[in-house]
């Protein structure tokens, strides 16, 4: 007989095969010789008291069944039909690679048009940008294969579970190389430093199968007739023409946005959040999330938190917090300066870093008004522009210790740091509108008192981060996801306004391309 259990176990026996057996045992009240085989199917740590406490769902054989199976379910991707209709797919990002796949399934040739490169080449690229301290705006964190995820963190946690199957993404991800911890564990996290190769591996289940991926070809504009989308026209005038078009550009394609809206695609102004990379020692988290003035142990991860309060109305909260981590340069353009943040998936390193940001609406900056749809596009690339030229027209991040800045006085030294291009001392008091920068001071007191010893001069912020979502959303039909305005395109994922993050990008990817399928084109 195969059943599941529920138990609560410390983090030694969560960890100890044979610790965990005999808890498995106990909780079921029979001998070992009944037990065939155990596994554990699902994980996460409750972390809210001092005694720490995993959460397991194990999944046991007894009797006739002599072992429980593995998790992983693949799906059998076999060669679309010489003539099977095409879908172009602008973006190679999650989105675009799960959209890519599902085509496969439903039959139809994908075509992936992908402004930046392979992730290999793309790998070699973001390595320069720390060492020669410049931005290739071809490819770098946000542009190339695997999107703006591949290079900064890999983090698999979605909410929008309501959106669609965050299985059928999870297994998917298993079926091209990712370690089956991402099917168990309630926090999944690839790691950008394995993320790189399930990707190859995607694209390569998609070239086996008859689809194609096209690098380094920047698409220009939409080819529309008769307000349909017949395909797209790349760099150089190369018309790439299909039966549909997904548009899957991410959160960063402002040129992109900025052309369709010049060609009247109809677009909305959408909110972000905008503010800075915050980072403290690992140590000091581990202490502080675990209870423990030792840390964590032998046993237990590197911690993480998540912080959110109200002011005034606008949210303040973390975003992508990467335990273990390294902050790094994460703009798409020369005269910009932006950072995010990664962690491998050993999550390692000594330092912690998460995103700490305001909650930005259309309307909050009425100078920003005239700009229309592109309103909230314009004030992100004014703000990135305003950084680059305080630091001095480099990506060197401005800096300031925590408390320093609630105090609002100026570091007049700052601690190490794991962002390679370097730092310097501002107070962001001056450099953020005070909209802003009275939120975040308000935000860091709230998140102080909920966790004493979070607010600290030990962590440091660095900025700029704003990199959170898409400044836009193409409108589209809530049932058949086309835009409003041109039959059979398609706005996919964090770039068209519908996602946030690889999961729920790869849903939308999903939902996008079963919607083609429906359709009978």
Known sequence: MIQDISMRVSPAVAAEEQLLREAVLREMKVPSSDVNDFRIVKRSIDARKKNIIVNLTVRVATGNDTQVSPLPNPVKFTPVKADAPRVIIVGAGPAGLFAALKAIE?????????????????????????????????????????????????????????????????QLLVQHGAHLDILIDAHPHIGSDRLPHVIKNIRQTIIDCGGEVMFETRVESLIVNDGIAKGVIADGGKEIKGDAVILATGHSAHD????????????????????????????????????????????????????????????????CMCPGGVVVPAGSAENELVVNGMSASARAGEKANSGMVVE?????????????SLEILQLQEDLEHKFYEEAGESINAPAQRMKDFTDGKISKTLPSTSYAPGIHPVDFNRLFPPFISWRLREGFKDFGRKC??????????????????????????????????????????????????????????IR???SIASSHL
């Open 106 to 170: 439903a039959g139809f040739r994908p075509i992936i048009v992908e402004r930046g490169k392979d992730v290999d080449s793309r790998r070699v690229d973001i390595a320069n940008i720390s060492r020669e301290c410049k931005i290739n705006p071809v490819s770098n964190y946000c542009f190339g294969e695997g999107g703006a995820g591949a290079y900064s963190d890999g983090k698999l946690y979605t909410r929008s579970k309501k959106r669609g199957n965050v299985e059928e993404v999870l």
């Open 256 to 319: 992109t946005f900025r052309r369709l809206h010049s060609d009247g695609v109809k677009m909305e102004s959408k909110g972000i959040a905008i503010g800075v990379r915050l980072e403290h020692p690992q140590a000091l988290i581990d202490r502080l999330q675990y209870h423990s003035e030792k840390g964590r142990g032998k046993y237990l991860p590197s911690a993480e938190y998540n912080y959110v309060t109200q002011v005034e109305g606008r949210g303040v909260y973390s975003f």
């Open 360 to 372: 930005i609406r259309p309307g909050d900056f009425p100078e920003y008004e005239e700009f229309g």
């Open 452 to 509: 004493p010893g979070f607010l600290t001069n030990e962590a440091i912020l660095l900025g700029l981060e704003s990199r959170t979502s898409s400044p836009v959303r193409l409108p589209r039909d809530k049932e058949t996801l086309e835009h409003e305005e041109i039959r059979r395109l398609y706005p996919a994922g964090e770039g068209a306004g519908y996602a946030g993050g690889i999961i729920s990008a790869a849903i939308d990817g």
């Open 512 to 514: 996008c391309m079963e």
